[in-house]
């Protein structure tokens, strides 16, 4: 049964906070598509993201787009079209899920990964460079230096090896020699990071997303769509406050930092609605073969373990 409050929620979600269609799929292929196999018959596809408010005709043009920047790529079988993550959307989607779905380190060592851009490296990849570093929660600390106190090695190299700098950069380890939580490092990472920006962000999303676990808790029934839609605003706006997030160790941080805050929220009400959510998704969507094919194990890993379904159910079915 539907929940009226959800209803009347999810509308006012889309009225107040209307989303990029592009932004709004990537979302959707990274959270439920991607651990599924990557690849949906786009008439599903359109079938399942109709009630966001997403047409055909947007559809079709965003998906052609993100073709265009190489997330996607399109296999034409008979009259039906179906849309497939690419190598480099998936390596994407791989690095995002590192960062969506598992907290940051508790711990600092006072070691920094930094990247050393030389001027002599052209302008076009300077900047996609500097944008994947900066999407990845490195920060600029001084002209052609960027850093981070608690990256990712592998997905730093993967970052190099991807926008073709690998060999035009100079990546090195450094490590504090003052105290890790001297008054001046923590003004250099708040000034660094505007982490008062980011606060406001995640304070906006704890705002908009309490009383939906509230009503979510004191449900005696809920509905797998509502969950869907419920997930899917959940992370495309989590993932948006995400994006500006260094994910800096806690050391570095103000006390009662929102961010955490922000993460438990989610990671409650994903709890909640992820069962339904998934069976939602594998009764709409379909490839070529018939429904989505089970996913990948990796899926119950996300925010420390989520517990699988009973053995035979249909979501079951789908090992995720």
């Known amino acids: 049964m539907k929940s009226r409050y959800l209803n009347q929620w999810i509308k006012d979600f889309l009225d107040q906070h209307p989303s990029r269609a592009n932004s709004l799929i990537i979302t959707i292929y990274g959270d439920f598509i991607a651990p599924h196999g990557g690849t949906v018959w786009l008439g599903s596809f359109i079938r399942l993201v109709q009630p966001l408010r997403l047409n055909e005709r947007m559809v ?14 399109s296999e034409q079988l008979g009259r039906k079209s179906f849309y497939s993550l690419t190598t480099s ?12 779905y598992f907290a940051p380190q508790d711990t600092w060592t006072g070691e920094w990964q930094l990247v050393l851009i030389p001027a002599s490296l052209a ?11 900066a999407w990845a929660g490195y920060g600029a600390l001084a002209s052609g230096i960027m850093a981070h106190p608690s990256a990712n090695t592998e997905a730093l190299l993967d970052i190099l090896q991807e926008t073709g700098a690998h060999d035009k950069v100079v990546a090195m380890k450094a490590a504090n020699i003052s105290a890790l939580a001297s008054k001046p490092l923590q003004e250099l990472v708040h000034d660094c990071w505007s982490l008062d920006v980011l606060a406001a962000k995640y ?12 009503t979510l808790r004191a449900a005696g029934s ?8 419920v997930q899917t605003l959940l992370m495309h706006d989590f993932r948006r406050a995400l994006l500006h997030d260094p994910q800096l160790p806690s050391q570095l941080l103000p006390a009662n930092w929102s961010g955490g805050i922000a993460r438990q929220l989610c990671e409650d009400i994903y709890r ?15 490839t070529a073969n018939g429904p989505l094919p089970p996913a990948a194990p990796y899926f119950y890993e996300r925010f420390g373990g989520l517990q699988a379904p009973a053995a035979g159910s249909r979501t079951g079915d789908a090992k995720i």
């Open 123 to 133: 302008g076009a990849q300077r900047d996609t460079l500097r944008k994947e570093l």
């Open 203 to 214: 304070t906006d999303f704890i705002e908009l997303f309490r009383p939906v676990l509230r």
């Open 60 to 73: 079709r043009t965003s998906v052609y787009r993100l073709s265009q920047e190489k997330w996607l790529v």
């Open 272 to 286: 909640i609605t992820c069962p339904l959510a998934q069976q939602h998704l594998l009764a709409v969507c379909q």
């Open 89 to 100: 959307g998936r390596r994407r989607f791989e690095h995002a899920y590192r960062r969506i």
């Open 222 to 229: 809920l509905d797998p769509e509502q969950c869907f839609l």
